[in-house]
Nanobody, 129 residues
Framework: QLQLVESGGGLVQPGGSLRLSCAAS????????IGWFRQAPGKEREGVSC???????????YYVDSVKGRFTISRDNAKSTVYLQMNSLEPKDTAVYYC???????????????????WGQGTQVAVSS
């Protein structure tokens, strides 16, 4: 059974950092691009970042403007895990963060919610003083 499990969320003060993990079980990430999404209370789920699959032969990444320069997405192929390093966190980053997978070998990833087939259960990130 294909599963994604997020971890690493928590409460952090403004300016702090967190590293989220998205671990795959039941499959390897070789052919899957991974996206990170977030949903704040009362708001739509929005795309944050994505990374291309290993099979794309090109490590492409994308970031939404609001997190550029603060967030970094990366992958550990041996662990079938994708990370989202979040620095300089702001209260507006407070949300439930989800990772999602789409089978793709394209050299670019997309951050459209409807394109992703498999989702994790989410991990809560709260930024507050």
């Amino acid at each position: 059974q294909l599963q994604l499990v997020e971890s690493g969320g928590g409460l952090v003060q403004p300016g702090g950092s967190l590293r989220l993990s998205c671990a795959a079980s039941g499959f390897t990430l070789d052919d899957y691009a991974i996206g990170w999404f977030r949903q704040a209370p009362g708001k739509e789920r929005e795309g944050v970042s994505c990374i291309t699959s290993i099979s794309s032969r090109y490590t492409g990444t994308y970031y939404v403007d609001s997190v550029k320069g603060r967030f970094t997405i990366s992958r550990d192929n041996a662990k079938s895990t994708v990370y989202l390093q979040m620095n300089s966190l702001e209260p507006k980053d407070t949300a439930v963060y989800y990772c999602a997978a789409i089978r793709s070998v394209q050299p670019m990833c997309i951050i459209q919610r409807g394109a992703y087939d498999h989702w994790g259960q989410g991990t809560q990130v709260a930024v507050s003083s």
